[in-house]
């Protein structure tokens, strides 16, 4: 690259959302011809992107094309966490993007989050899981966090690139988070916290967990009542991180099981209050779905980039291949898809901005864009023959980290659950 990262970016977190515009100019990704101080619209509905989130989205895609694809093989054979990228992009301000301005950090919002989360992902999901974790990690700070809380744990998100995770997912508890086991125990000016969560990304490089737990002993007590959520310091004696999971896809990530030995977890690290916990974790989700689910969308989009390119190319029967109606309509199918994932999520994202309740939408973008990633990346498998079935070749590492998709932050079953409970209850109100 023409100047180094560090130069271009060196103070970026602390400068408010402007930063990440200069990084654009510095990068050379937008022409300074296309700036302007106003998004363009057509009266209160519009599909174009203002300037200032063209040049989010230029600044991402550039790296991703030019610090995370010529490594990805790299990372998904070796299972190495990507720190050196993850910092560059905390250096550019590509990491933490939604945290308030008051705090030091960008506060752009969802919409905007989607916008890099796409192109991030084009390069490589396992890179992105990796950084969007983060936002799932630091969500519940974000919505029931108090002041002190909120300067203390996210603020040193931005003093220094460091890593934190969502401790929910139990090896008796994923879909159905009320059967969640780990409780913590009130004792004096403390809680007792004992359990084991698994699966648990970004779990062996975290500084800091969001943990959920059972405060409530009733079996009986509803689930909205039952539980707490904590933040709880990786270095905080009794916490056990287990051994690097070996997954099927996105393997750049890291995925471990967290133990919880008699953890003394300060009661001023509660987040809102006793039994808010349960909302608290689930109403991150509401904030979060929608840039996962841009993240399937961007791996959808590089699966049907490596399909069309590899169909203009391969010739079978002295034609190109994109040329037989067999392969044409899988590529228009490719499309359809696409397309249909990537405007609801970004209906979803607008939805959170405009302060209004999206369960619903997210949903609907996080089944469908996981959906539409596994049968794109499927086809592109297709289109290529034999060759896609060869690690040579990215579409079969592409099929692999797709997969994901139907299944953490809610699996594409327990998506529909939710999208039938909502349609149904607007459905009764009338």
């Not at 974790?133 to 460091?162: F, H, T, W």
């Not at 490089?205 to 409530?216: C, K």
Request: hydrophobic share 35%; net charge neutral.
């Amino acid at each position: 690259m023409a100047m180094s990262l560090s130069k271009v970016s060196s103070g970026l977190i602390r400068q408010g959302k402007q930063s990440l515009c200069k990084a654009a100019r510095a990068f050379g990704t937008v022409p300074d011809s296309a700036y302007s101080t106003s998004a363009q619209g057509s009266g209160g509905f519009s599909f174009e992107l203002s300037d200032e989130q063209k040049e989010y989205q230029q600044t991402a895609r550039k790296f991703a094309r030019e610090e995370i694809i010529p490594i990805a093989a790299h990372h998904d054979q070796t299972g190495e966490y990507p720190w050196e990228v993850v910092k560059k992009a905390w250096e550019l301000g590509l990491v933490n993007m939604h945290i308030p301005q008051e705090y030091g950090g960008l506060g752009l919002g969802t919409f905007e989050s989607c916008i890099v989360t796409e192109e991030i992902s084009y390069g490589c999901t396992g890179f992105q899981t990796a950084i969007e974790a983060n936002s799932l990690g630091e969500m519940p700070v974000i919505l029931a966090g108090n002041p002190e809380q909120k300067k203390k744990y996210l603020g040193r998100m931005l003093e220094e690139p460091l890593m934190c995770a969502y401790c929910v997912t139990e090896p008796v508890a994923g879909s159905d988070v009320s059967g969640i086991k780990t409780k913590a125990e009130k004792k004096g000016d403390h809680y007792v916290l004992n359990g084991q969560k698994m699966w648990i990304t970004n779990g062996g490089v975290a500084n800091w967990y969001f943990v959920l737990a059972r405060t409530n002993p009733d079996p009986k007590c509803p689930a909205g009542k039952a539980f707490t959520g904590f933040i709880v310091d990786r270095d905080s004696p009794g916490v056990i991180v287990g051994r690097k999971e070996i997954n099927m896809g996105q393997r750049a990530s890291d995925t471990r099981g967290i133990t919880f030995e008699d953890v003394l977890v300060p009661a001023e690290n509660v987040l809102g209050q006793e039994g808010l916990g349960f909302r608290l974790a689930m109403g991150a989700f509401d904030k979060t779905r929608p840039p996962v689910a841009s993240g399937a969308v961007g791996l959808a989009q590089r699966a049907f980039d490596e399909a069309t390119k590899y169909s203009m190319e391969r010739k079978t029967f002295g034609k190109l291949i994109c040329e037989h109606q067999a392969v044409s309509f899988m590529l228009a199918d490719m499309a359809i898809g696409i397309e249909s994932a990537r405007m609801v999520t970004q209906r979803a994202a607008w939805e959170i901005d405009q302060g209004r309740r999206n369960t619903y939408y997210a949903s609907i973008a996080k089944c469908l864009a996981g959906d539409v990633a596994n049968k794109t990346a499927s086809d592109a498998v297709q289109i290529f023959g034999g060759n896609g079935f060869n690690s040579e070749y990215p579409v079969e590492k592409l099929m692999r980290d797709a997969k994901i998709y139907q299944i953490y932050e809610g699996t594409a079953q327990i998506q529909r659950i939710i999208i039938s409970r909502e349609h149904l209850n607007k459905a009764a109100q009338g």
